[in-house]
């Protein structure tokens, strides 16, 4: 048996698995494809998270595509992180081309161009179905982990969300919770102070500018009603094919602290509310996020073990999460031990720091007797990666260069009539799409506070009043006395000492004679 056939017998032995797979190409050796030789990944492992990594130009976007083309065939939901809008393309078929007939014919599998159910999600003002979520099902631990609050600083939110709860005072938006915040030193200040203590406006004036912070990258079109359902990603059309939600990013490129606050909030969510899997055949839902590093550059390190903490947990939920980024350095290594497939398509050494970083990510990869994965990774061509997954039984399968196959949708983005659509007809956008400004915590508190200005005006008009009362019967009370003591002219002359000296004059007189 020559080598080739050796190599075609280990990849196709280690790629033939008893549950569903989906298929990602066929292996190449010393640069030839290998007919047949098919590189597959088990639906059983894909909760396992992963991994699709290159330089720029190299395939990772068609990758990316290939796999939410196949888990949605196989009626899995997908949801796609469309950072640089080139992914809205799969609600519409391949226009096929002979490059792709070649390709095909070399890997050995059939090209179908076809469409897929496309749902258009959006964060911001762009067209397509809005995600929002209320500051209350955010709570106060994600809420202060994503502010990157001190221990004092959380301490007055948990206060804070507390006092809602009390008082059934909703809080859905920034704008209430800025309002609890001002009220809680202001106002409210001695309510506050007799149930919980005294709160101090230095806390509450720190935790206000990094709300602030947030608010100026575009969080207040986010918290809100009406609440995204994380069951509605889990949703398959009538001929039981996952719907594909691309989420459109391209406008928060610079804006990763709202980036980072979807996607943490967005695992929480699912994490809590979907049901555990356990050791099933297939994942429930699998997330794609494009330029990963978006969310690890900015992030906190209370952030970052948040979302390390999730992605080890919410495997056992049935969701698989992958990472797509230039390299993977990108991603911190407590989360990329955690990765069980990795698609590595071809790196750049145009410097010395490349090659260092290129020997890195070749260590990241099983040994293999027919590769030398350092040299390998430099020579990959475009729509070329390495491939190194789990199976069935959670073992590394054999390292393989691989001839990716093409998309069977669109390589491109959707036009503006197309997207237009696709949006008509979308009952989501129905759903979610209108604004809700119910009575929350804002309405509420400043309900509250014209109430007490009014209860204070009344009792300081009722203090006026008692007041002026007081002083009219003051003024009563001395205008009798006054009047009582002043003496009648008559009786003053006939009591005064010259009168009375007069009349005992003439009576002396009178009984003298």
């Known amino acids: 048996m020559s080598r080739t056939d050796d190599f075609s017998k280990i990849i196709t032995e280690s790629n033939t698995f008893k549950g569903d797979s989906v298929t990602l190409g066929a292996a190449m050796l010393n640069g030839e494809t290998v007919t047949g030789a098919h590189v597959k990944i088990p639906l059983k492992t894909m909760n396992r998270h992963g991994l699709i990594a290159g ?23 997908v949801l796609l992180m469309d950072i640089k809008g080139d992914l809205s393309g799969l609600a519409q078929p391949s226009p096929g081309h002979p490059k792709i007939d070649e390709r095909h014919e ?10 897929f159910p496309v749902e258009i999600l959006t964060l911001s003002e762009q067209d397509g179905v809005r995600l ?6 955010f709570g106060p631990v994600l809420l202060s982990r994503i502010l990157d609050l001190s ?34 030193t202001q106002e409210g200040k001695a309510e506050f102070t007799e149930a919980y203590g005294r709160i101090s406006t230095a806390s509450t004036g720190a935790i206000l500018r990094k709300v602030i912070e947030l608010e100026q990258q575009g969080a207040e079109l986010f918290f809100g009603e009406t609440s995204f359902d994380v069951d509605d990603l889990l949703r398959v059309d009538d001929d039981g094919r996952g719907y594909i939600n691309i989420l459109r990013l ?27 899997q356990g050791d099933s055949d297939r994942p429930e839902l699998i997330m794609f996020i494009d330029e990963a590093h978006l969310i690890f550059n900015e992030a906190s390190k209370a952030l970052l073990n948040q979302i390390e903490s999730i992605v080890k947990l919410i495997r056992s939920k049935g969701v698989g999460l992958y990472f797509v980024t230039q390299n993977p350095t990108d991603v911190p290594e407590a989360v990329l031990g ?69 998309p069977m949708s669109r390589m491109d983005i959707l036009t503006e009539v197309e997207l237009s659509t696709l949006l008509s007809k979308s009952k989501m956008v129905k759903k979610y799409n209108e604004t809700i400004d119910r009575e929350s915590a804002y309405e509420m508190l400043n309900k509250k506070i014209k109430q ?18 007081k002083a009219e019967s003051k003024k009563r009370t001395t ?14 002359v006939l009591t005064s000492a010259t009168f009375i000296r007069s009349v005992f004059g003439i009576l002396t007189k009178v009984m003298k004679k």
């Open 338 to 406: 955690q990765l069980g497939l990795k698609i590595q398509h071809a790196l750049r050494a145009f410097t010395a720091k490349d090659r260092k970083a290129i020997k890195l990510t070749a260590q990241n990869y099983p040994d293999s007797e027919y590769y030398d994965t350092t040299e390998v990774l430099t020579s990959l061509g475009i729509g070329e990666a390495l491939v190194s997954a789990l199976d069935e039984k959670g073992r590394p399968t054999p390292l393989a260069a691989t001839m990716m196959r093409a």
């Open 479 to 492: 205008s009798t006395r006054r009047k009582s003591t002043r003496m009648n002219p008559i009786v003053k």
């Open 250 to 276: 391209t406008d928060i490129q610079d804006r990763p602290k709202l980036f980072s606050t979807f996607m943490l909030s967005l695992l929480a969510e699912i994490y809590s509310t979907f049901p555990e």
């Open 151 to 184: 221990e004092t600083q959380s301490g007055v939110v948990a206060v804070i969300f507390q006092y809602c709860d009390d008082n059934k005072m909703p809080v859905l938006d920034l704008k209430d919770f800025k309002k609890i915040l001002q009220y809680a």
């Open 106 to 115: 070399k890997i050995g599998l059939p090209f179908e161009a076809k469409p």
């Open 132 to 137: 929002r979520a209320t500051v209350s099902e």
């Open 452 to 469: 007490a200005e009014a209860e204070e005006a009344k009792e300081k008009a009722r203090k006026e009043k008692e007041a002026l009362k």
């Open 55 to 77: 330089a720029t130009g190299t395939g990772k976007t068609k990758s990316l595509q290939v796999l939410a083309e196949n888990l949605s065939d196989k009626g899995i939901p």
